[in-house]
């Protein structure tokens, strides 16, 4: 799946999308980088994090989700060795932060 369903999230920045648009057109990793994309949610309550990281020498996407801002015990962390998995890794993320708040 390559569509972000973000439901009612505030998008701080989404380079995501121009990565994406741009692979076969001209070099995409001009794009990558750390900040990616960040969305929040329920008053910054909780906040989707991606970036690209380099780790042991590869290039490394990370989504984390943040809660209360506290960026050192993320509530959710995976890493994406494949840029094809993010679009629907982050789907899953807004998806849980739904059933957090429901809960």
């Known amino acids: ?3 972000l369903e973000l439901r009612d999230g505030l998008v701080s920045f989404n380079y995501l999308d121009r990565i994406v ?3 076969g057109t001209e070099d995409y990793t001009i794009y990558i980088s750390e900040d990616l994309l960040s969305v929040s949610y329920f ?3 909780y906040i989707i994090d991606l970036g690209c990281y ?3 020498k590869e290039d490394v996407f990370i989504i984390r989700l943040i809660k209360s801002h506290n960026w050192d015990y993320p509530v959710y962390e995976k890493r994406l060795p494949d840029l ?4 629907s890794e ?3 993320v807004v998806d849980y932060i739904y059933e957090l708040v429901s809960n």
């Open 54 to 56: 380099s780790v042991k």
């Open 84 to 87: 094809n998995d993010i679009y």
């Open 1 to 3: 799946m390559n569509k």
């Open 21 to 23: 648009h741009s692979i």
């Open 43 to 45: 008053n910054e309550e």
């Open 90 to 92: 982050v789907n899953k």
